[in-house]
């Protein structure tokens, strides 16, 4: 197999990431957590929580992703999350982008990527969105259905498509998505054939093997699926497929090294003899979740005998709709004022009680943490959440008033310990 083909040049530097102040920092003695006690300090009086995007991380992330997975393009995979801070980096590291909406088109677009970067990764899209897409020249997008050739073919019909499969086997993730799109294998022929009679060309297969905590060995049925819709192409006389797209499901950390190698031998089993082939992921967790740190202040507090509540300055409706809707578990350390400061407070030494976290708004359901051990807190201490980059403040809302869109996010840029 060939390494990608399709235009992916960046188009942007380091500058197209603006406005927001950039500290350097090393991560010795835990640099996020000293810069959040920085950015408290200086801002006083404030409650609002706010996020820190690390960009050593995202940098991290892009050298591992090269090494691993060398012949995958990432496409990245804006709804995870929209920071432009984070898509400029992205773009200015040779990302390119999966978009699934005319919104996150206009705000890559806006970075100055090129339409030939994006990637319109949504199977079911308004006329509206598709008409878009073609008058800036986006001009690869997914299907699913006979509906979406026919819309298509009459607003969009230079685009090129990728039929998305639902994959053989569910990777158990926490959200699958094979509910919802990837045609059936009884039903490609017909959806290839489709295609071809509207003058559409099938350039290739997406899938995605489902997000959150995805067993990476499900992509061995996934790229062997697609091998199959490339030669059922072939056998209906159309064109050569030559565009994979693996979707996302990855994760940093010890479970990406897992996936890589399934990915590998899976491509190379499957499409090791073919040459010209382009192969793209859209990864969105994998460089999300980890680069982001979000801070909350305690806004109250109630004790009930051994119980400690605390109230918090965001909840579900805000970034934490993670917990809802991600099915995502999130955990704390606590800064404490102390004097003048704030420092963080290790609760390894000091009793602990059984607390429960509750968001702002004043839904009961609004609660971000039950039954979890924290040592004695008060009003205006923080509560500093880790990985909170993925399907978080991009999923808030205004409920009650707090607006999840009015988060700050802090750029610093920590070095690994060599
Ligand atoms: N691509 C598509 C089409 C998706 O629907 C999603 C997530 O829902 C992604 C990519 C990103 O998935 P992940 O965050 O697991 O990488």
New binding site residues.
């Given amino acids: 197999a060939q390494p990608y083909s399709l235009s992916l040049n960046p188009v942007l530097t380091a500058s197209g990431v603006k406005g927001k102040p950039v500290t350097s920092l090393s991560s010795e003695g835990d640099g996020i957590f000293g810069y959040i006690q920085s950015v408290i300090h200086d801002k006083q009086e404030t409650e609002s929580p706010f996020m820190v995007l690390d960009l050593g991380v995202v940098m991290d992330l892009m050298d591992k992703w090269r090494t691993m997975l060398r012949m995958v393009q990432p496409f990245y995979?804006v709804?995870?999350n929209p920071d432009p801070s984070l898509l400029g980096s992205l773009a200015a590291m040779g990302s390119s982008f999966?978009c699934?909406s005319k919104s996150e088109i206009e705000a890559v677009l806006s970075l100055g990527v090129s339409p030939n970067c994006i990637i319109y990764?949504?199977p079911c899209k308004s006329e509206s969105h598709i008409k878009y897409a073609a008058s800036v020249g986006v001009n690869v997008t997914t299907f699913d259905s006979e509906y979406e050739v026919e819309k298509i073919r009459k607003w969009h019909p230079e685009c090129e498509l990728l039929l998305r499969i639902k994959p053989p086997e569910d990777g158990g993730a926490r959200?699958a998505?094979g509910r919802k799109y990837g045609a059936l294998p009884e039903e490609v022929p017909t959806l290839l054939q489709a295609a071809n009679d509207a003058g559409l060309k099938v350039i290739g297969v997406s899938f995605?093997i489902g997000?959150?905590d995805a067993d990476s060995r499900a992509y061995h049925g996934a790229i062997a699926a697609a091998k199959g819709v490339f030669e059922m192409a072939s056998q209906l006389g159309m064109a050569k497929m030559h565009v994979l797209d693996i979707?996302?499901?990855?994760t940093s950390g010890p479970g990406f090294d897992a996936a890589a190698m399934h990915v590998n031998k899976a491509l190379e089993s499957n499409f090791g003899n073919e040459e010209g082939i382009t192969v793209i992921g859209?990864?969105?967790?994998?460089f999300a979740e980890t680069a982001f740190t979000f801070a909350t202040k305690i806004i109250g507090k109630r004790v009930r005998g051994e119980l400690r509540e605390y109230w918090i300055s965001d909840g579900i409706y805000g970034s934490f709709n993670c917990i809802m809707f991600d099915f995502a578990t999130v955990t704390c350390r606590p800064l404490v004022m102390c004097g003048e400061n704030m420092v963080p407070m290790c609760f390894k030494d000091s009793k602990t009680f059984s607390s429960t976290v509750f968001g702002p708004t004043c839904d009961s359901l609004d609660t971000v943490l039950r039954n979890t051990q924290l040592p004695e807190l008060h009003a205006n201490d923080w509560l500093v959440f880790p990985n909170m980059g993925?399907y978080t403040t991009a999923a808030g809302s205004n409920f009650n008033g707090f607006s999840a869109s009015a988060i700050t996010t802090y750029l610093v840029y920590s070095t690994p310990i060599a």
Avoid: Q, V
């Fill in positions: 995979a709804k995870c999966d699934a990764a949504n959200c998505l995605h997000s959150g979707g996302g499901g990855f859209e990864p969105g967790r994998y993925a």
